[in-house]
């Protein structure tokens, strides 16, 4: 069972308040734009390895696709293992550090050895492993957990998931803005990757590390008379036998998947622009419009109490078609180009930035429906979703680029080339969007939550009584 933190005569905890203050918001974001900067840089990995390295497109999809079967047993093991974790820091924040790691792994994935091809595979495996299968699960996997337990108002999580999503939403387009310019020009060799990994892991390790600096969990676990909670109480199989009940996670473990495919497509923008647009530095004028859509999500908050996270769902994902079907029509011309972007980002929204709220969703059903509240590996398999996405973008590109005869080291591409490029930028995203609203129907926790709300708030109350 979880319980309020007991607070003393010099104040209430900010995450506790009423009004809480937007800086405290903003704090939170910190770790947020270290990993989000560190997703950005690490979704041209691809391009990195065929066009500055040399290696094999095909080799290096299959490394990233094989490194996501690790993915399945850390993320499920570390779940477990979050549900047991009781510190003096809290049962989440103490994973915080894992973004310092996160980012010294990263920097040397993007520093390959001067070796043979079949060591630099080796590297880059290693590497590309411990970001995700450790680094990723950890700080994914607390997420939810420890925005559930450092703000104890429903009211209060969907402002600093906002705030959260505006600032680390605007650090991403600013770098995206920025990144393509010295792709173009410092990013031509391997010298100059290194300087930018080195420069860029020590910065963001430091704005990273904020977080658990400043914010606190309020809700701590309170121990039953043997000691310990009804989760821990739970053997793994036992939990999964819980989490099994739980068919509103499972929609939303797809919806995580299908968005995250459809975010990490970065990679194939990449080559959209150098072959099939034709300049790479363009790529950086079309990423300036995406701050149009920041301000979006200072509406979401409102939106999502007024009509509902299913049906912003619903709608999001009806506008990102709509924005692909323009780009896809439009072809290499900026205008669509832009347009389709701006509403291909609207239509990621509510699972990219609210995600928070979709989980602590499930976290709630899990409780009202089996009587036990199961936090850590659900946010873990939620987090494995995510980065499955990851690696199927990444992997894919590799793949289907190899199939279809890409030769990094060449000036022009074949048809054969060219085309699955334009498949993976534009067709593909689409086809996700029509399978993310066909699942978004079945997601009904709308309709249930009053009761759910009722029933839970009174369980809770008989317990504190006792």
């Known amino acids: 069972m979880a319980k309020r933190e007991k607070l003393n005569e010099k104040g209430v905890p900010y995450g506790a308040r009423q009004r809480m203050p937007i800086w405290y918001g903003a704090v939170w974001s910190t770790r947020g734009i270290a990993a989000a900067i560190n997703v950005v840089l690490c979704m041209n990995i691809a391009f990195y390895c065929t066009d500055i390295v040399g290696l094999n ?69 290693i590497m590309y492993t411990m970001v995700n299968a450790v680094c990723a699960t950890a700080l994914g996997g607390i997420d939810s957990v420890y925005m559930a337990r450092a703000f104890t108002t429903e009211q209060n999580q969907i402002k600093a998931m906002s705030i959260n999503g505006f600032i680390v939403m605007f650090c991403s387009i600013i770098f995206n803005i920025v990144f393509p310019r010295w792709l173009a020009t410092g990013g031509t060799t391997q010298a100059g990757w290194t300087k930018l990994v080195i420069s860029l892991g020590v910065i963001m390790s430091v704005i990273g590390i904020l977080r658990f600096i400043f914010c606190k969990e309020i809700v701590v676990d309170e121990p039953k008379a043997d000691g310990k909670t009804a989760a821990n109480e739970l053997s793994l199989k036992e939990s ?55 301000p979006a999500l200072i509406f979401f908050p409102m939106l999502s109490k007024k009509f509902g996270t299913t049906r912003l769902l619903q709608v999001c994902c009806g506008i990102g078609i709509v924005g692909m079907l323009i780009r896809t029509l439009g072809g290499p011309n900026m205008t669509t180009i832009i347009v389709g972007g701006l509403l ?24 009202w429906k089996t009587g036990v509240r199961i936090e850590g590996l659900v946010a873990s398999i939620a987090n494995f979703a995510s980065k499955v996405g990851n690696g199927i973008a990444v992997g894919l590109v590799g793949l289907v680029m190899g199939l279809a005869g890409y030769d990094g080291l060449a000036a022009t591409q074949s048809d054969a080339a060219n085309g699955a490029i334009v498949f993976l930028y534009n067709i593909l995203p689409l086809i996700l969007f029509v399978v993310m609203l066909v699942l978004s129907l079945f997601y009904k926790v709308d309709s249930i939550r009053p009761q759910m709300n009722a029933d839970l708030a009174k369980k809770h109350g008989e317990t504190k009584a006792e």
């Not at 293992?81 to 990263?106: C, M, N, Q, S």
């Not at 819980?242 to 975010?263: A, D, P």
């Not at 291909?344 to 995600?355: E, H, N, R, V």
């Open 344 to 367: 291909f980002g609207i239509g990621t929204m509510p699972i990219s930035m609210m995600i928070n709220t979709y989980l602590i969703d499930c976290m709630d059903y899990g409780e």
């Open 57 to 125: 497109a095909t080799v290096v999809g299959t490394l990233f696709l094989v490194s996501k079967i690790i993915d399945a047993f850390t993320d499920l093991g570390f779940g477990f293992l979050l549900d047991k974790t009781h510190t003096k820091w809290g049962k989440a924040r103490p994973y915080e550090v894992f973004i310092i790691f996160e980012w010294l792994f990263a920097a040397l994935m993007f520093m390959v050895p001067n070796a043979s091809q079949l060591v630099q595979y080796i590297w880059l495996f």
């Open 240 to 294: 999964l036998g819980l989490i099994g009940k739980n068919k509103y996670l499972f929609i939303v473990v797809g919806l995580m998947l299908l968005t995250f495919v459809g975010n990490n497509m970065q990679t194939a923008t990449t080559y959209y622009f150098k072959y099939i647009y034709g300049d790479l530095a363009a790529q950086g004028t079309a990423a300036i419009t995406s701050m149009v859509v920041v």
